[in-house]
């Protein structure tokens, strides 16, 4: 990537060595094990005696036994078939039963990195790579925030490039987002970020849909953007500064599965924080049950008929403008398959 230090990171960075979301903090109750995937593989998330959280390998290495099943005891998972304890480093700490048990300080099970920043418990599979940490929100101050999460069946690429393509909203969020018939003319610019791409739309009035004309008091620009590993990202701005960002972190738990923890900010005003909650959590659950539709439409159609790779030149619209460096950063053509550019369009 453009402004990686590649003295720490040569090439592009292993998606398995990036900091992933996955849990809310407040999901990961002490006490009480957390069952999670990713890419494929089967982890385990509990709150340790000191309330820090861990990762382990979800499989007992006694008989294989899915700890997430089991129990947390004092800071410590408890096997939930002949009720081995292991600690946050992996080591086994109690076995039931056998009364000359002496804890080894050789862990049993692989306990990948953990952390817990901007809400969210946070774990890398690999070596974590220097400059590459959890993903931030663009915005963190004076802020009111709440979490809206969510399972889609498809990939990190098709989920990031309907997050950030207003081309679909006249049709799948028809009179919320924009309409048809009242579209204008907007002038995109899309340029490259350190660590991913961008699309920002100036000259842009308040959306025809319902959602801007009931959020926004003005609109001076918004920007749409994306983030490596698998962050999407859209700010709407106004005359008074920040109206609305919404930062989507989009975790491969599997092959075509999808958890995304989407954070939905505005700007701290007069309206307590809880009753703006309460409104814009049912209006972007509807965007969010339309967009999870299409995407697992789409997505099993592709499934179907075999669509797989890179799609060819000429399936992508002047309108795609940020799908097609996506996924070329997501295949690792970075940044060759980014493309900078200005046009005029009909949002
Ligand atoms: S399988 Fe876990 S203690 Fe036996
Ligand atoms: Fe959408």
Redesign the pocket.
């Known amino acids: 990537m453009e402004a990686v230090n590649n003295e720490t990171n040569p090439g592009a960075p292993d998606p398995q060595s990036a900091w992933w979301p996955l849990a809310l903090s407040r999901e990961l109750v002490p006490g009480r094990p957390l069952a999670r995937r990713l890419h494929g593989l089967p982890l385990v998330l509990f709150r340790d005696a000191a309330g820090r959280a861990a990762a382990l390998h979800d499989r007992?290495?006694?008989?294989?036994?899915p700890?997430s099943a089991g129990r947390v005891c004092a800071g410590e998972l408890q096997?939930?078939?002949?009720?081995?304890r292991f600690d946050a480093a992996g080591r086994c700490t109690a076995v039931p039963g056998l009364a000359s048990h002496r804890p080894g300080q050789t862990p049993l099970l692989a306990a990948p990195a953990t952390q817990e920043v901007h809400g969210l418990v946070w774990v890398c599979r690999g070596t974590p790579v220097a400059g590459h940490g959890p993903v931030a929100p663009s915005v963190t101050e004076g802020v009111d925030s709440f979490f809206m999460t969510e399972r889609v069946r498809c990939g990190v690429a098709e989920a990031a490039e309907n997050f950030l393509d207003g081309f679909h909203t006249h049709f799948v969020h028809a009179g919320w987002i924009r309409r048809d018939a009242r579209r204008q003319t907007v002038q995109a610019t899309v340029r490259r970020l350190p660590d991913g791409i961008e699309a920002r739309y100036g000259n842009e009035g308040l959306q025809s849909g319902v959602i801007s004309r009931w959020l926004e008091g003005s609109r001076s620009e918004s920007m749409g953007r994306f983030r490596w590993p698998g962050v999407a990202e859209i700010e709407y701005r106004g005359a008074r500064g920040l109206n609305l960002l919404i930062t989507a972190w989009l975790t491969p738990e599997d092959d075509g599965m999808l958890r995304v923890h989407a954070r939905v900010a505005t700007r701290r005003g007069w309206l307590p924080a809880a009753v703006k909650r309460a409104a814009l959590r049912r209006l972007f659950g509807v965007i969010l049950r339309q967009d999870k539709a299409i995407l697992e439409q789409a997505s099993a159609n592709a499934a179907v008929f075999a669509v797989r790779g890179a799609l060819p030149p000429e399936l992508h619209s002047p309108l795609d403008l940020l799908g097609p460096s996506i996924r070329g950063m997501l295949d690792g053509r970075w940044p060759e398959a980014s493309v900078e550019r200005e046009c005029t369009v009909q949002l």
């Open positions: 007992c290495p006694h008989r294989h036994a700890l096997c939930p078939y002949h009720g081995w």
